[in-house]
């Protein structure tokens, strides 16, 4: 009788022990068929603190490419992004155009020629042509050549003079504009710099939380096989572990435009690629700003645009109100009279002359233009008065937004870094309790899904503080390039 319990119950164990050894065998068939009908994509490594971006499918996981920081992505921008060598090249248009607009003080020289056939000649010692100013007999010559060289120079001219105020000023105003760009290229390069970091580092987690649930399910279907667990918690691991891998894949495709976007930003080659190189301890250290600083509206780019824009408008006030006064220039004219009655000795025998003078024009009356004008142009500058208004409000509303997101955020931060160390904690004492059979699959469901939930909350809280408080710096005009 105790031999036939001993068989029978080693019977059972051989049983068992073969029904283990089909199931495990069963689960690695499954895992290995999964894996080769999962994409080929491969995941960047985020187990380090260089992250490999990638921009295509085939692109992944390459090592020979540089590998560059947020400043350098940023002095990277500064060289090559397209709008801000086209401001840039802008500036280069303002000074060439101020020159234009001055050479007007220099000598100007011109020579000039008539060449006369009279089909009537004109009576001996009457007529007389004149040419450059300069009277000439003719005669009664029927043929006449007038080659004059006229050299003039400005003394003085309201549009010169007003030239020559607003040339800096328009220089100025190019420069700005080159500024401003620089501003926005640090801001939004930093912008999607964290926002690239920020789904890698959700790659990194969802690497992790699948990899985690991978143990889980697999724990799940030994104690399922072993009775001690019903079919649901295996059925149920199998189910997050799916979400966890759709989440993984979304994330891993959410990096490719992104990455673009930053590519786009910096003017970088799209055939190239790049890692990003960064530092967590440096970065968290970062996040962290001044809130008591007073806003000045002088330190925003767009006041002082808003500024030279006044400046401008005013030399265009004085320049209307000077119209009235003349313009006044001097100049110098020789001119060689060639006259003969046959064309082929017509340059024989030459009858020069030259003279100096000075030039003076005074507008008298211009059907109230210049008043029209004046009026016009203080019409102008009320309305740069009224922009200075709503750039102040505007400045103000972005300020007080971007404190009081960064604020709420970096408080949000704090929390929420306490509750991954919570989830942490949780989960590993929930995990222990399950594998002892003390609590059901559902709580180790719910620790699992609050685990994840949190790290994902900080990371995005994390990376929200420090666009926020690029945001706060752009606001305070602080950014600096």
């Given at each position: 009788?105790?031999?036939?319990?001993?068989?029978?119950?080693?019977?059972?164990?051989?049983?068992?022990?073969?029904?283990?050894?089909?199931?495990?065998?069963?689960?690695?068939?499954?895992?290995?068929?999964?894996?080769?009908?999962?994409?080929?994509?491969?995941?960047?490594?985020?187990?380090?603190?260089?992250?490999?971006?990638?921009?295509?499918?085939?692109?992944?996981?390459k090592?020979?490419?540089?590998?560059?920081?947020?400043?350098?992505?940023?002095?990277?921008?500064?060289?090559?992004?397209?709008?801000?060598?086209?401001?840039?090249?802008?500036?280069?248009?303002?000074?060439?155009?101020?020159?234009?607009?001055?050479?007007?003080?220099?000598?100007?020289?011109?020579?000039?020629?008539?060449?006369?056939?009279?089909?009537?000649?004109?009576?001996?010692?009457?007529?007389?042509?004149?040419?450059?100013?300069?009277?000439?007999?003719?005669?009664?010559?029927?043929?006449?050549?007038?080659?004059?060289?006229?050299?003039?120079?400005?003394?003085f001219?309201?549009?010169?003079?007003?030239?020559?105020?607003?040339?800096?000023?328009?220089?100025?105003q190019?420069?700005?504009?080159?500024?401003?760009?620089?501003?926005?290229?640090?801001?939004?390069?930093?912008?999607s710099?964290?926002?690239?970091l920020?789904?890698?580092?959700?790659?990194?987690?969802?690497?992790?939380?699948?990899?985690?649930?991978?143990?889980?399910?697999?724990?799940?279907?030994?104690?399922?096989k072993?009775?001690?667990?019903?079919?649901?918690?295996?059925?149920?691991?199998?189910?997050?572990?799916?979400?966890?891998?759709?989440?993984?894949?979304?994330?891993?495709?959410?990096?490719?435009?992104?990455?673009?976007?930053?590519?786009?930003?910096?003017?970088?080659?799209?055939?190239?690629?790049?890692?990003?190189?960064?530092?967590?301890?440096?970065?968290?250290?970062?996040?962290?700003?001044?809130?008591?600083?007073?806003?000045?509206?002088?330190?925003?780019?767009?006041?002082?645009?808003?500024?030279?824009?006044?400046?401008?408008?005013?030399?265009?006030?004085?320049?209307?109100?000077?119209?009235?006064?003349?313009?006044?220039?001097?100049?110098?004219n020789?001119?060689?009279?060639?006259?003969?009655?046959?064309?082929?000795?017509?340059?024989?025998?030459?009858?020069?002359?030259?003279?100096?003078?000075?030039?003076?024009?005074?507008?008298?009356?211009?059907?109230?233009?210049?008043?029209?004008?004046?009026?016009?142009?203080?019409?102008?500058?009320?309305?740069?008065?009224?922009?200075?208004?709503?750039?102040?409000?505007?400045?103000?509303?972005e300020?007080?937004?971007?404190?009081?997101n960064?604020?709420?955020?970096?408080?949000?931060?704090?929390?929420?870094?306490?509750?991954?160390?919570?989830?942490k904690?949780?989960?590993?004492?929930?995990?222990l309790?399950?594998?002892?059979?003390?609590?059901?699959?559902?709580?180790?469901?719910?620790?699992?899904?609050n685990?994840?939930t949190?790290?994902?909350?900080?990371?995005?809280?994390?990376?929200?503080?420090l666009?926020?408080?690029?945001?706060?710096?752009?606001?305070?005009?602080?950014?600096?390039?």
């Open positions: 009788m105790a031999n036939n319990s001993f068989s029978k119950s080693t019977f059972r164990a051989l049983l068992f022990t073969v029904g283990l050894s089909f199931s495990v065998f069963t689960l690695h068939a499954q895992n290995d068929k999964t894996k080769t009908v999962a994409p080929s994509l491969a995941v960047p490594d985020t187990s380090t603190n260089t992250l490999l971006l990638p921009m295509t499918m085939q692109d992944t996981g090592t020979g490419a540089e590998s560059l920081t947020l400043k350098q992505c940023i002095d990277f921008a500064m060289q090559h992004q397209p709008s801000l060598n086209i401001s840039l090249i802008n500036i280069d248009i303002t000074k060439t155009t101020n020159s234009i607009n001055l050479a007007g003080w220099l000598p100007q020289a011109s020579a000039s020629g008539d060449l006369i056939h009279y089909i009537q000649s004109p009576s001996s010692g009457s007529p007389t042509t004149t040419t450059g100013g300069t009277s000439t007999r003719s005669g009664s010559f029927i043929n006449t050549f007038i080659p004059g060289l006229t050299v003039s120079q400005a003394i001219s309201p549009s010169l003079l007003y030239a020559a105020k607003a040339a800096p000023i328009l220089v100025k190019a420069q700005q504009v080159t500024d401003s760009t620089k501003i926005f290229l640090v801001s939004e390069v930093s912008k710099y964290y926002n690239v920020l789904t890698l580092e959700q790659i990194s987690v969802l690497k992790e939380d699948t990899a985690r649930l991978g143990r889980s399910l697999r724990d799940a279907y030994h104690q399922y072993g009775g001690i667990v019903d079919e649901t918690d295996y059925e149920q691991a199998a189910i997050t572990l799916n979400n966890s891998m759709a989440q993984l894949k979304q994330a891993k495709e959410n990096v490719v435009p992104q990455y673009a976007a930053l590519k786009q930003l910096m003017g970088y080659p799209p055939q190239k690629q790049f890692n990003v190189n960064f530092d967590t301890v440096e970065m968290a250290s970062n996040i962290h700003i001044d809130t008591l600083q007073q806003l000045q509206y002088e330190k925003r780019i767009e006041y002082q645009q808003i500024m030279t824009d006044k400046s401008l408008q005013d030399q265009t006030i004085n320049f209307n109100k000077l119209q009235f006064l003349p313009t006044v220039s001097a100049f110098y020789y001119n060689l009279a060639y006259q003969n009655n046959q064309l082929s000795h017509l340059f024989n025998n030459s009858y020069p002359n030259s003279l100096i003078g000075l030039s003076l024009s005074i507008p008298i009356f211009t059907g109230f233009a210049r008043l029209h004008s004046v009026h016009k142009a203080k019409l102008q500058q009320q309305i740069i008065s009224w922009n200075e208004v709503d750039l102040k409000s505007q400045i103000y509303k300020y007080t937004s971007a404190l009081a960064y604020k709420g955020n970096y408080y949000n931060l704090q929390l929420l870094q306490r509750n991954v160390n919570l989830a904690r949780v989960y590993f004492v929930v995990d309790q399950y594998k002892q059979g003390i609590v059901p699959y559902l709580n180790l469901i719910t620790a699992e899904s685990l994840i949190s790290e994902i909350n900080y990371l995005n809280a994390l990376f929200q503080v666009s926020n408080k690029i945001d706060l710096q752009k606001a305070m005009g602080n950014i600096t390039y």
